[in-house]
């Protein structure tokens, strides 16, 4: 099939970023040549009529009825154009002994493309994501490092398992899957430029999109609990029953299941084309909506922990060290749930295609460093993580000295 070759101008933003919203510019000139295929073979000429004139044709951006020999022709530009650059312009063809004639004047001078389309325009484009990609690779790469770091240390010490530090484990492992998602959808969608990301539609870039957004959504689903069993704690004065675990591991990890399994479903059934990854879809709100209702619950979770402990820190009664363990407990999870949902919130407000950089720059690169971020609140600066850190490198330390000392008590005696 033709592509128009100025959509690859337009939008050199489809060969970067892990999503392309603009692609439904190229599959809307896709769908005008499909009309135009089936009008030309529903008009196939009889063997009598053959030369008689120009036949119906596709030009790649526009579609030109049947005409005799000696007429013009007149199309306005493309309409979807409109929505870049308000171009009325209006191309004529002839139809001659020789066939149909070359657009008059061209697409690019009539519609008025050429500052959108300029070669400088499009490598500045092309080198500020690549840049960007380049940032959030760095990023992801930091955290997955600094989240197994994390994960070791709370495993390798027996005085860190308790459940508050097991839910943690779960919302570092979500974090790292979604790093992992992000590295796998961008070697499936972008390893290979010669691919058409606009149209490629393989079982391989689906199941890839599939678990990015299982990731995606377990991450939230994962903060919703460290919110909840914040919540939990307060209410039951620090009374951990770990009757609960079970419930977190199924809302985290298996509702985010059951939300995919439904979309899967959904996207075979009605919306099975492409990779899944237009997010203009009507079918991505089964996957934001429950994002969506996330970041709202925490963010009720939020303003309610906030006032039970404003509460509980000017009760009188309070001693200084439950203060000082509520003021401890709380202060990640608290900086956590704004700093996670407040830019998703913003942006679900506006359409997919409004303020695509800054969304971009928001999920991509400092979003990749969220990961980091978890890793450094919930353990590296964690008080009870450094002091136990400290005691078994206290331990080891006179260990060492004590077997130095045997081996040379033992040459000494030998």
Sequence with gaps: STIPWFSYLLFPLSKVQGTHPDCSVVLHFQQLEEECLQ????ESPSPGQAGQGCPTEWDGLS?????????????????????????KGLIQRNCTEWGWSPPSPPYHSACQLETLGSSNDTEAKARHFVTMKVLYTCGYSTSLAALLLAIGIFCCFRKLHCTRNSIHIHFFTSFILRGTAVFIKDHVLFSDESIDHCTMSTVTCKAAIAFFQYSVLANFYWLLVEGLYLQTLLLLTFTCDRSY???????????????????????????NHGCWDDYASVYWWVIKAPILLAIFVNFLIFLNVTRMLAQKIRCPDLSRTHKQQYMRLTKSTLLLIPL??????????????VGVDARLYFELVLGSYQGFLVA?????????VQAEIRRNWGTWQRSMESNVFNLATQDFTA
């Excluded at 450094?376 to 009870?384: A, D, I, K, T």
Aim: net charge positive; glycine share 10%; proline share 6%.
């Design 340 to 353: 996670f949902g407040v830019h998703y919130v913003v942006f679900a407000l506006f359409p997919e295609h």
């Design 39 to 42: 009008r030309i073979r529903s």
């Design 245 to 271: 675990t079970w419930g977190y591991v199924l809302m985290g990890w298996g509702v985010p299941m059951v939300t995919v399994g439904v979309w899967v479903l959904t996207r075979l059934q009605y919306d």
């Design 376 to 384: 450094l609140l919930y353990c590296f600066l964690n008080g009870e």
């Design 63 to 87: 579609c030109w009825p049947a005409l005799p020999r000696g007429q013009s022709r007149g199309v306005a530009c493309p309409e979807i154009l409109s929505v870049f650059k308000k171009s």
